[in-house]
């Protein structure tokens, strides 16, 4: 479909294509030329293609290994344009161990490796690289955002826009070349590469458009980071506990109990949200917590967001440096008689009580939904895409600003911009990335 080279594989691939053994109903998928044969070994006869068929499949030497459903896809009109099969078996360990080793008994069959099922379906034209990206991002998608935003680049959207600006830098060309051929033809007006350089410029602002949504859209990949500080026993292990819904950190009187960063993961929103608690800060005599002083600082300052944890009934600063994110004054115990609330504050706290704990949950969620924006538009949704796009913008303006440069030297700009577009779909040259890109792919996808 999208790319013209048809790739034979020899080897016959299989895997356990669903979850963790035990489970009530497990699938083992193949791949590959002898699919048919196995078929018709193990169940004698052949099902009728796309269709579940109930039967019972036995070793070669006749012993019953399971009963359970066969789906036959037909090659080429299968997930890797190879004949496949789906096995739906009991989902127990001892069940599928016997049938994958049944499998290898036979020639030319082997397990698949990460990927290589999804790798086949691209050699074989039946989808870009963009599309095979998006669905290992479908199945590593967490939350809810990193579905919409995998499913989204699965379907397809990345590739269709893609393709179409390569087109129009290949119009860009075509007009570029009919101006050199007529350029000694009084009626052919030079303004016609005018209107292509016009174009192109139009073309550079919606790509550099397309890359700002990736900048943004990143927090849905990445997460929101926020980092809880503040002096000891300010309660910052106590808010992390409150966030997280459940004891992860230590909590004590004891000035000085948290040391290392204690990371928690959040689906807010949709969005993965980052909590780390960090070790009070104060001037140490310890060598431990000295360097888990040295860590907090380092966590704040890289922070989107440092949650800066005060006792109102003990307030104490804290000077932190090189913060990139924003700073928020949160004030803690105010469940004490003797807090001062006063003192101006973003937003007041008990991590003991959980008082206001929900309105600061809130509060970071519209933050990170502010940073993230609406996901409505195909977004580049890796750091490889944007990568390319940017040295595809490059090529871009380096022919617009090229006027000294001769016509011929300026397409060629063109060209190499939709070639590097098309190192992102995999229709150019990408035999280097593959193995880089099918590896992160989990067995059996
Ligand atoms: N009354 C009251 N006590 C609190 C509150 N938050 C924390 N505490 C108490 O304050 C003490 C210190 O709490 P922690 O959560 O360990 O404080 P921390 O900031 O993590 O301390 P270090 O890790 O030592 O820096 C504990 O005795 C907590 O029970 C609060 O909102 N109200
Ligand atoms: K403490
Ligand atoms: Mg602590």
């Known amino acids: 479909m999208m790319n013209d080279m048809q790739s034979v594989f020899r080897d016959t691939i299989f895997a356990l294509s669903s979850g963790r053994l035990p489970s009530g109903v497990a699938v083992i998928r193949l791949s590959g030329p002898d699919v048919r044969f196995v078929i018709e070994t193990i169940m004698s006869g052949m099902p009728e293609p796309r269709k579940a068929t109930y039967r019972s499949f036995h070793s070669r030497d006749s012993e019953l290994l399971d009963r359970g459903l066969v789906i036959y896809f037909p090659g080429p009109g299968s997930f890797t344009g190879e004949d496949c099969a789906e096995f739906h078996l009991h989902g127990g360990a001892a069940v599928i161990d016997r049938f994958l080793s049944e499998l290898s008994s036979f020639k030319n069959c082997r397990i698949a490796e990460p990927g290589e099922f ?35 680049a699965a379907s397809g959207v990345q590739h269709g826009l893609y393709m179409g600006w390569r087109k129009e830098l290949l119009q860009a060309r075509a007009l570029i070349e009919a101006e050199l051929d007529f350029a000694d033809e009084s009626d052919v007006p030079g303004s016609v590469s005018q209107q292509v350089w016009r174009n192109m410029d139009d073309l550079t602002v919606r790509i550099d458009k397309h890359l700002a949504d990736g900048k943004r859209a990143s927090i849905f990949r990445d997460g929101l980071h926020v980092a809880i500080v503040g002096a000891p026993n300010a309660g910052k292990s106590s808010l992390l506990n409150q966030l997280a819904g459940r004891e992860v950190a230590i909590i004590s009187e004891e000035a000085g109990t948290t040391r290392d960063l204690i990371e928690v993961k959040l689906d807010l929103g949709g969005i993965p949200v ?40 003990d307030p104490e600063q804290v000077a932190l ?16 008689p003797g807090a001062d609330m006063q003192t101006a504050l973003d937003y007041r706290i008990s991590a003991r009580s959980g008082e206001g704990i929900d309105e600061l949950i809130d509060a970071i969620r519209q933050f990170a939904e502010a940073k993230a924006g609406t996901i409505s538009d195909a977004l580049p949704t890796r750091r490889r895409h944007m990568n390319l796009l940017e040295a595809a913008k490059l090529n871009i303006v380096e022919a617009i600003e090229g006027e000294s440069l001769s016509l011929e030297l300026r397409a060629e700009h063109l060209r190499r911009a939709s070639q590097t577009l098309g190192r992102i779909t995999g229709d150019v040259d990408v035999e280097d990335i593959l193995d880089v890109i099918f590896s992160q792919f989990c067995i059996g996808k």
Do not use: P, Y
Request: hydrophobic share 45%.
């Open 321 to 336: 440096s090189d913060i990139e994110g924003e700073i928020w004054r949160i004030g803690n115990k105010m469940d004490l």
């Open 118 to 152: 999804t790798r086949r379906a691209f050699s074989n034209g039946k989808m870009d690289l963009t599309v095979a990206e998006g669905l290992a991002d479908l199945i590593a998608a967490e939350t809810e955002s990193q579905r919409r935003l995998a499913l989204q």
């Open 274 to 313: 980052f909590v780390t608690d960090t070790a009070g800060i104060r001037e140490a005599s310890s060598v431990v917590e000295k360097i888990g002083i040295a860590r907090a600082h380092e966590r704040a300052a890289s922070a989107d967001v440092v949650l800066l944890l005060e006792d109102m009934c």
